[in-house]
């Protein structure tokens, strides 16, 4: 079996993408293909013996580019010779923009083949953090309080904080890793906070920030056509919120380990499987929640359509690498295949006789 697993692009998240996509690696057995989309998306083979710090110092000198409608991806060798090779399943393991955001599962479509991801559609919904919280009302899950605010709005909300109350929590709409995400407690913080948030996005996420909460994750799949649903994890961070380095960054801080009653970590895992159901994800999700302990009240966070390392951390007690890999895989051809019986084609007699043919 061809595997592609394609990761990098052009995105704040391109160094975290390239760490999974290195993790990745160990949970697919088959011929994999590493291909490695730089930071102005130009797609190249990596080696897959290559480390993350690999992808700085060596050289890129095969070149990929996708057979659209075939199924295949050709790699330049050189100038004179090229190898198409039929791949059988792609795994995103591109976070952020121009990846996870249904750019990959767009190109994979294009191409005709399967993915171990979502597809377009829930993908680009996953990924607008305005869009989410539209979608995740509409289908009556409890969410935080918040607007959306864009660099036209800002004087008027300034003014009125949009009804909101502080502390306010600031995040660019389109971003990941908790990049640009401040909170404010007064007029001059939020100001701040929504000038550096528009340096990475121009549509922002406020919302009523908590501030005696925990954190959960919980991770979703599919496999043999059933939606599964993983243990439930509790980072920690000694911040008002979990930032990239207590993320990615190695850290001296010491926090206690947080006891979660286990009616809270069912309802946790409800909700993550009636998303994963209603918002047709594909692949394996992560679903972040905070749980305000002053109110006793549970709320969706976001939702990652490319978690980091694949969540395999949230799956280790269920499955080996392998057989977690073979898991993603086989359901990714099972549905990929599913979608294949749909009519494609509409014999609509339009362009009959119009050879030829003249204005009259």
């Avoid at 920030?209 to 954190?215: H, K, M, P, S, V």
């Avoid at 509409?346 to 204005?359: I, W």
Wanted: charged share 20%.
């Amino acid at each position: 079996m061809n595997i592609m697993i394609v990761y990098g692009g052009k995105s704040c998240e391109h160094d975290i993408s390239i760490i999974t996509a290195c993790l990745a690696k160990g949970y697919f057995r088959g011929n994999i293909y590493s291909v490695y989309l730089d930071k102005n998306n130009r797609a190249y083979l990596a080696g897959n013996d290559w480390t993350p710090r690999d992808h700085v110092t060596k050289k890129l000198t095969k070149p990929v580019t996708f057979v659209l409608g075939e199924g295949k991806i050709a790699i330049r060798k050189n100038r004179l010779s090229v190898e198409q090779v039929p791949i059988d399943v792609v795994i995103n393991c591109c976070h952020g923009l121009n990846g996870e955001d249904g750019c990959v599962a767009a190109l994979c479509q294009l191409t005709g083949i399967p993915l171990v991801g979502s597809d377009i559609a829930s993908s680009a919904v996953a990924m607008d953090k305005v869009l989410t919280k539209r979608v995740l009302k509409d289908i009556n899950m409890p969410v935080v309080n918040g607007v959306e605010v864009t660099k036209s709005d800002v004087k008027q909300f300034m003014k009125d904080c949009g009804g909101l109350n502080f502390p306010i929590i600031v995040k660019p709409s389109m971003l990941g890793s908790s990049i640009g995400v401040e909170v404010a407690h007064d007029a001059d913080e939020l100001s701040n906070a929504i000038n550096h948030a528009l340096r990475y996005d121009d549509k922002l996420l406020c919302e009523e920030a908590l501030t005696d909460f925990i954190e959960l994750n919980c991770s979703a799949l599919k496999a043999n056509g059933v939606i599964l649903t993983s243990v439930v994890d509790t980072p920690v961070t000694v911040h008002d919120v979990l930032t990239f380095a207590d993320k990615y960054l190695a850290s001296d801080s010491q926090v206690k380990p947080v006891v979660v009653d286990d009616d809270i970590k069912n309802q946790v895992k409800k909700i993550t499987s009636q998303i994963y159901s209603k918002l047709n994800f594909g692949g394996v999700i992560r679903v972040d929640f905070l749980y305000d302990n002053k109110t006793g009240k549970l709320y969706v966070n976001e939702i990652n359509t490319t978690p980091g390392s694949l969540a395999y951390g949230l799956w280790e007690l269920t499955y080996s690498r392998t057989h977690y890999g073979e898991a993603l895989v086989e359901q990714a051809i099972a549905d990929y295949r599913e979608m294949q019986q749909h009519v494609f084609t509409f014999e609509s007699g339009v362009l009959d006789g119009l050879n030829g043919s003249k204005k009259k």
